[in-house]
Each structure stands twice: as C-alpha cells, then as structure tokens.
C-alpha cells in the first residue's frame, strides 16, 4: 500500500506512467475486437432469456431435502410443462415453470405442496406474464436513449462536444461487453439484469467524467505551451488519476462483490444476484473503457482541431530544435520557460492554420508571467 | 472565487467549518429524533421483504376503445379495486397506478392471497336489484325522525326514458341536489321516494307486503336490514358482501345529498354482464347529463321483464338499484317497461354521469385488466432475502472500509465518519419517507442503498487524491485541503449529476421494483452532496488543524515523504501544475 503510495506520486509526477494515449490503435483494436465477439455472441448465442420475458411461474419452495432432480419430475407432472429447478445456497428449492397462467399456477403450487410435503402456504410462488419483461425491458430502452440524450447534452455543456461523444462511445462499448458476456457465458436475463445494466450507465459515466474533469483542468492553457501536445497531456491526465480511478473503481466494485458472492451465496439466483452480477461485469467494463477508450478517443479527435495540430507541430519543432542542439532531455526540467520563444519562429513557418491560433498567442505574456 | 490566492491565506478562510459541521449535525439529530418522535423508526418493508402478494395488472385496450386506458379510467380503477381489497378486511393494502397502463395491488402478508387475486382479478361484481325496503342509514330506529341533517334528500325529479320513443319528458327534477343516487328510470312524476324524514311516503312504510320478484324477505334478512348501520364504515363493507346474486341481500347506498341510506334488496334480475355499453352524456334538449344505457339481446329481454313488474309497484318498490360490488350505486325509478336500452336522468355533473356510464358499461371496472404478474412471498424468506442482503452490505462496507484504512490510514477516519453521516441521513429519511411518501424498503432498493456505498466512498477518494496531489506540489496541509476542494468539489457535482441523472431517468421510465431501486439510488447519490459539502470537507478543516494530521504524522495519511512531496520550494512549472483554484 505503501508502494502504491508512492507509485502514485511518480505517477502523478509523470516518471512512471504508461502511454495510453500512444498506445491507444492496440487498446481500441482489442476493444473492437471484444465488441465484435460480443456482437457475435449475441447472433449466435442470443440471450438467454428468464421467465419473465416468456412468462411462467416460479415456485420458491423453504428449505427442503427433496434432490433437484426429484422435485423437476414433481413439477413437470404437475404442470405438463418443463421446469427448471434450482437448488438454492440456503437448501431451498427454485422452480420455474414457463406457460403457466394464474388458475394453472395455483393448482400446480398445491400440487407441488403435496409431493414435496411441504405446508401449502410456505410455497411462494411468483407469476409472471410474457409481456412483463418486455415491458420493463422496452422502458429500459427508452430509459437508456434518454438518458443518452441527456448525458450527451450534459457533458457538451459541462466539458465539449468531443468529450461527450467520446463518453457515448465509451458508454455503447460498456453495454455491448456487457450484454455480449452475457450473451456468451449464457447468464440468465431477468429485470434485475437490466436494472443492473441501466446503473452501469451512471457508473460508467463517473469514472470517465472523472478523468475528463483532470484532462480539462491539465489543457486549459494548452497553447500557451509548446511543452505538450494535446495528446501527451491527456496521457498524463490519465496517469495522475489512475491511483483515483483504480480506488474508486475497486470501492465501488467491493460492495457489488459482496453482493454478487455473499449475497448471491446465500440466495442463490435472485434480484439481488441479478442485478450485482451485471453490475460487476458492468463496472468492470466501465472502469477499462473510461482509462483505455475514452480518454484517447477524446486525444484522438481533439488533435485533428487545427489549433491542436499545430499546437503539435510546435511542439516536435521545438523538440527537434532541442535535440538538434544536441540537448537530448527534451522535456527536462531545465527547460527555461523562454524557450517558448524559440519554437515561435518554427511555428511561424507553419502556415494558415496557425493563424487562428495567433489571435489566442496574445495571451501568451500573461500566461507566462504566472 | 474571486480571491485567486486563497488558497495561500490562512485557513478558515473557507467558512466556519466548525459551524458548518454543528448545523449539519443539528440536521442530523433533527431527522434522527423526528425518526423517534413520529415512531417511524423502521423504513416500512416492501412487500417482498415483509412478505404479502404483489399482482400487477395490465389495462388492456379493447379494440375501438384504446383512449379508454387514460389517467381518469385508470384512476377510477384504482379507487375501485382499492374498495374490493380493503374490504376484505385488509388493512393497508396499496392500490396504485404505475406507468400509464399498470395498476399494482400490494396486498401485505397474512392474506387469503387466492382470495385477493380473484377480488382483483375480477370484472364484473355489478348487479340490478328490485329494491324491497329503503331507509336511512341508522341500525333499526322504526322512527327515521332522528337526523334532520340528512334531511332534504327526496329521490328527486328523475326519469328514465326508454330513450327509442320517448326521449322528452320535461326534466322537472326541482329538489336535486343530488348525485347518482337520485335519479329514476322514465320517471315523468318528481317522486321523492325519499329516504329521507321528510317524506312521509316512502322509506318507513313499515315493509312491503308483495315482494316483485317473489323473493320473500325471510325474517332472517329482515333481522339483519333492521341491524344494520350504514353509519360504520366496518358494518357498511359487509354489508353487501358475499350476496349471491340469486339472494336477498342488505347493502348500503349513498342518498342525493351524500347521507347514508339502507337498502333491502331482492334477487339480481340483471347482470352487469348484461350492459353492452353505458356512457354518460349530455342530453342537447334537456341540457343535462344523462347515462344511456344499452343491454345485451339477452339483458334486455331480463331488463324488460323487471321494469315492467317494477314499474307496477309502489314506492319505494318501483326502484331497482344498481349494486356494485354490494354498495348501492344507483337507485332509480322504473315508471315503464324498458327493454334494449334505457336512459338514467337525474341529478348528475359531468363527472357522476360519466362514471356511472364507466361503471355500467366495464362492469364493475372502467377497464379491463390482464393480471400480469402475481407474486407471493412469506415473510420467512422475505427476512431472509433481507438478511443476506444485508450481511452482504456490511460485509462490502467492512471491505471498504479496510481498504480505506489500508490505502489512507488516518484519512479513513473522515471517511468513515462521513459514510457514517451518510448512513444515518440514509436511513432517517427512509424511514421517514415510508409514511410521508409510502416509500417502502423492497430488495432492490436494499441492493441500491448497498451500490451507494461506492459512490459514497467515490467522492472522499476524489477529494482525499486532491489533497494529496497538493500536499504533492510541496504545500502544507491547511492550503492543500482549501486547495484541493474547490477542484474535488466540481469533479465530484459533475459526477454525482451523471449518476443522479442516471437514477432519475431510471426512476421516471421505469416501474415496479425498478422505480424502488431507483429511487434509492437517487436519494443517495444527493445525501453524497450534502455530506461530502457539509460534513466531510468540514470535517477535513478541522482536522487540518490538528498536529496529528497537519504534520503529517506517518499514520495520518498525508505524510508528504510517503507522498513523495517536492521540496516547498516552487521552482519549475509544468501545465499541468495547479493554477489558481479558478473554476469554469
């Protein structure tokens, strides 16, 4: 801890880092390639979907000794229709039984009472109609384009436009991963798992917009500096809050992994379970992509704005200056502000584009001065 | 954030932090001890925790009627299914709209749930009686001379129009003041077959002696009219309850002005299955609201057989009443033989016409429901559920509260304090938020509250890796903490926005147990903000003055060497150094 203290001095510091940013065609190449597999995942596979998206009825038995096996020929006798039949951690029984409708679902309770001598009234049992989940799953489509929306909006204002559009992307890529591992491992989708994966958005969001709100302070002044691009800067952004981003991603993931395996354990497949476990996958998600795709993403679109490109070139003229000079710490910390002066002339080279970027260069003296 | 240099200036230049922290736990104590004094000192539990039957039922849209599902309908519903299932004797049972087209019944545990689902489930508990006896509503009292109140309610001026052929008759209708009560079948004479004392005529007349349809009321029944007390709330839901429609029966009715009157009631002749459709309208000529009432082939040819025997009966004998769900909705005259289709006049607004037409025409609901979803749980496993839901809270909390300690050792302190306020503030307005606005504690909210630990804890990190980072740039501890906060502070509002917005989209599309979870989601994401804002960055204030942790003593956590803290000599410049604590 002590060490992880220190790492995140140098990290903050900028000797240690990792280049994110440079390094980004590989993590957005291995992204694409996780959001390809989910895709075909999801084709292939599809979703397999709980009871309350096909309706049925799910019996919830207390704690008995009657084997899996036993109790799903109980409930396949009982209701004509296949049932599946969990044994839950605290040795009660789970059975669900699909096509049933309110008349049909009390008979079979009673039933399944007297098979598995168990007093009628201590079988709970759920029913649900097909159109159900459907519903909630329709709301929680519209739930998410509208809050999409007003993320988009949100950022664009709090931050810029690029910004948002790159926590958008982020946030597409973390629901696709998602539901892909879902699709994959073959989890079964409940309302719960949906509720689970609407949370991911605001979770998601906050690691990013975390790491937006440093990159935004780190390149307020960004040209009155020729010491840094664009893209060099949000790599550091990144970096110095790393430290942040991995404790508040792993604060928030302990809860929701004690929810997943304690309470999960206890209750085996549930709501609680549901909603934990796509909340776990979910933040997971959120937590990469915040550090390895939105932030470059942003980098990336920042550095085709004119200013930021010739902001760049400034920079590399500067540094080429600089190691033509034969001073090979380019960014040393011996650098002399005046320097800045020196990159003017090579700057000044660069043509029409810079021009914008002159008007703003006024500020520089004051800029300097501080 | 004018004064750029504040930062540099001496502390406490943020306020009075020990203020700030006296007032906020002022508020704390106020909402703990309104907790205690309202008794609330539980959240109430959800149905699913606390153990009890959740039916969700579907309006469905019939075909050529889809603006039927509509806020109005929707809420008659409620207020319908509402009586069916609390006059089970249920108490508390909610009955709520959620979404456009969703009504939820919660029927807390201890139920005859089979029972609650088929009251529910339901349509049709709408039946047309022969009225035998009519009186107010007082227990048998021969002599209604007693309560002048209810005093000048005549069955008004009424008529019903057999509305094909005869669609005039002059609305006299002088007394009305009444509302569906008061009205009659084509019933061209104002007669007040009052209920009431003033007219000698009907209600006392000691008891008819030929009943129409030859149901004779058994002593029995007549012991039971003359008991009866429509005043009781209790005795008046009992009334009518459990009445075959091949029986006589008691119930219990409201008269024109809102009193209470007591029916004895022969067999049902006609079904409510037997309207084909009943809307309330306004009638052009006459200027006033009627419900028009069409039968079904077969109800009318029974509509016709029973209007025609009552219309040859003496008051109060030429009523029938329209009895739903055992309450007397409507009593009105017969004057005439009806068949295919019937006008109701009387003393109705807009309002009454149109909910009686609802009434008559759905049956008994003014929509039909599909029971989507039924769902029962035992207490047992509700506490159960509850437990392991929250074994797993305090397990992921002990796991970050370790990890707290672990990573900022002394820091952890305000952190756990701050995450304590957050729990108390938590879970004083959960409890009082049960009776204020019926918010119950279901699992999915418990499962909110738990996710909350982090982002509660989100927001100490964000402000505690601000501090260090300034302590970093080779500050001491009382400027780094004013620093830092004014950065950590819009970081942690733009995040706690995205979240909450999160929390109140999902609130708002969303139904069920989606909208608890939600919810809490929401509340805790806000209690965040005032905590982080008035508990924790005062807290850290106060702290910056101690040695303990201003010198930063290897245990608090802000031991500058451990930090790798520069020399506070401020030499060289990079972009990324803070600039003046300025915010956007």
């Known amino acids: 801890m002590s060490r992880l203290g220190t790492l995140g001095a140098r990290l903050y510091r900028g000797e240690v880092g990792y280049d994110f940013v440079g390094k980004r065609k590989i993590w957005y190449g291995i992204s694409i390639l996780i959001t390809i597999t989910a895709i075909v995942g999801l084709a292939v596979r599809g979703l397999n979907m709980g009871i309350e998206f096909k309706g049925g009825a799910v019996f919830t038995t207390p704690k008995t000794s009657v084997s899996v096996a036993q109790a799903q020929e109980f409930a396949q006798e009982a209701s004509g229709h296949p049932a599946i039949v969990q044994k839950l951690g605290n040795g009660t029984l789970r059975i669900q039984v699909s096509e049933l409708d309110t008349a049909e679902a009390n008979q079979v309770g009673k039933e399944l009472s007297e098979d598995l001598k168990i007093p009628a009234g201590q079988i709970n049992f759920e029913l649900v109609g097909p159109s159900w989940g459907e519903q909630i799953a329709s709301k929680a489509w519209t739930g998410l384009g509208v809050f999409m929306i007003l993320v988009v909006i949100y950022l664009a204002i709090a931050f810029e436009w690029r910004m948002a559009l790159a926590a958008l992307v982020a946030l597409i890529h973390d629901i696709t991963i998602t539901v892909g591992i879902y699709a994959l491992v073959g989890f079964e989708v409940t309302p719960g798992t949906v509720i689970g994966l609407l949370t991911i958005l605001g979770y998601s969001l906050y690691d990013t917009v975390v790491v937006f709100d440093s990159l935004k302070e780190g390149t307020k002044d960004i040209t009155k500096q020729t010491r840094w691009t664009y893209g060099e800067i949000a790599n550091r952004s990144i970096n110095s809050t790393l430290v942040r981003s991995i404790n508040t991603t792993v604060v928030a993931l302990l809860p929701v992994a004690g929810l997943l395996f304690i309470g999960g354990g206890f209750l085996g497949a549930g709501m609680l379970n549901d909603i934990s476990l796509s909340l776990f996958v979910g933040l997971a998600a959120g937590a990469y992509s915040s550090i390895f795709i939105a932030t470059p993403l942003v980098a990336d679109l920042k550095e085709r704005e004119p200013a930021m490109k010739a902001l760049k070139k400034r920079v590399l003229a500067k540094r080429a200056a600089a190691a033509a000079k034969g001073g090979s710490g380019e960014d040393g910390d011996a650098e002399p502000h005046g320097e800045s002066q020196d990159a003017l002339p090579g700057e000044a080279a660069t043509a029409g584009a810079v021009v914008g970027q002159r008007g703003r260069g006024r500020g520089r003296p004051s800029g300097r001065r501080r | ?584």
């Open chain 2, 1 to 584: 954030m004018a004064a750029p240099k504040k930062g540099r200036k001496a502390p406490g230049g943020q306020g009075k932090p020990g203020r700030t922290l006296a007032l906020m736990l002022i508020v704390m104590a106020g909402l703990v001890g309104g907790m205690f004094w309202s008794g609330d000192t539980t959240p109430r539990l959800g149905i699913d925790l606390a153990g009890g039957t959740t039916i969700t039922l579907k309006a469905e849209a019939e075909p050529g009627k889809e603006s039927a599902v509509n806020e109005t309908n929707m809420n008659t519903a409620v207020g319908i299914i509402e009586r069916r299932v609390n006059g089970l004797g249920v108490s508390e049972a909610e009955v709520q709209t959620q979404g456009k087209e969703n009504i939820i019944v919660n029927i807390p545990k201890g139920t005859n749930s089979e029972q609650a689902q088929k009251l529910v489930g339901t349509t049709a508990r709408l039946y047309f009686r022969p009225v035998l006896n009519v009186v107010p509503a007082g227990p048998a009292n021969p002599e209604p001379t007693g309560s002048p109140s209810a005093s000048p309610s005549g069955k008004p001026g009424e008529k019903a129009t057999d509305g094909k052929d005869k669609a005039t008759a002059p609305s006299s209708s002088p007394t009305t003041q009444g509302r569906a009560v008061t009205e009659a079948l084509k019933a061209p004479s104002p007669t007040p077959s009052g209920a009431a004392s003033d007219q000698p005529k009907a209600p006392e007349s000691p008891n008819p002696a030929p009943t129409p349809s030859g149901a004779a009321a058994n002593p029995e029944l007549e012991k039971q009219f003359a008991a009866l007390n429509c005043l009781d709330p209790k005795a008046r839901s009992n009334a009518g309850k459990g009445a075959q429609p091949e029986q006589a029966t008691v119930a219990c009715g409201k008269n024109s002005v809102g009193g209470w009157e007591k029916y004895l009631l022969g067999p049902a002749e006609v079904d409510g299955k037997d309207v084909d459709d009943a809307k309330g309208v306004l009638d052009p000529q006459r200027g006033i609201w009627i419900v028009q009432m069409d039968f079904t082939g077969a109800g009318s040819k029974k509509f016709a057989k029973i209007t025609g025997k009552l219309s040859q009966q003496p008051s109060p004998m030429n009523q029938f009443a329209i009895v739903l769900d055992g309450e007397v909705v409507s009593a009105p005259q017969v004057n005439q033989t009806l068949s295919a289709s019937a006008e109701i006049s009387g003393n109705f607004d807009q309002e009454s016409a149109q909910d009686l037409g609802n009434i008559l025409s759905y049956g008994a609901l003014p929509l039909s429901f599909d029971v989507e979803t039924v769902t029962t749980v035992t207490p047992a496993l509700g506490g159960e559920q509850l437990k392991a839901g929250l074994i797993a809270g305090a397990i992921g909390l002990a796991l970050v509260v370790i990890y707290l300690v672990v990573y900022y050792r002394g820091l952890s302190l305000v952190a756990l304090l701050s995450l304590l306020a957050s729990a108390i503030l938590t879970y004083a307005l959960m409890s009082l938020l049960g009776p204020a606005i019926g918010f119950a504690l279901n699992l999915p909210a418990v499962c909110g509250a738990i996710v909350a630990i982090g982002i509660t804890a989100d927001s100490f990190i964000v402000y505690f890796e601000r501090i260090r980072d300034e302590i970093r740039e080779g500050r001491t501890l009382r400027p780094a903490v004013e620093r830092a906060w004014p950065r950590a502070r819009r970081t942690i509002l733009v995040s706690d926005f995205v979240s909450f917005l999160a929390a109140a989209v999902l609130f708002i599309v969303t139904v069920g147990k989606v909208q608890g979870f939600a919810f809490t989601l929401g509340l805790t994401t806000l209690l965040d903000v005032v905590v982080v804002f008035f508990f924790t960055k005062p807290l850290m204030t106060l702290l910056a003055r101690t040695k303990f942790f201003a010198s930063g003593h290897p245990w608090s956590g802000l031991d500058p060497k451990r930090l790798g803290a520069k020399p506070p000599l401020r030499r060289s410049r990079r972009v990324s150094a803070p600039v003046d604590p300025k915010e956007a």
